[in-house]
């Protein structure tokens, strides 16, 4: 399991800041067993309203086919 963690000046999207162009702390976790990877990343948000956290959820499965690197899987934003 490997944890990270940062504080930056502004979180933009697509050239949006998603923290009214404040700080952002952000976290996360990821952990892998065998191709099957999982993950979590959340950090602060300000839209002006009374969603102050963004987490979003991550995992799937990696492996070896015929020679070519196949990577398949999902993730949720909350």
Known sequence: MVWNAG????YRV???S???EGAALQVGVDATAGGIY???W???VD???DTEV???F????RTVVGGFNVDVGGVVYL
């Open 38 to 40: 999982g993950g979590a």
């Open 42 to 44: 959340a950090s602060n």
């Open 14 to 16: 697509r050239g949006f």
């Open 18 to 20: 998603q923290t009214d």
């Open 54 to 56: 963004e987490v979003d």
């Open 58 to 61: 991550y995992g799937g499965y």
């Open 7 to 10: 504080v930056f000046s502004d």
């Open 47 to 49: 839209f002006g309203d």
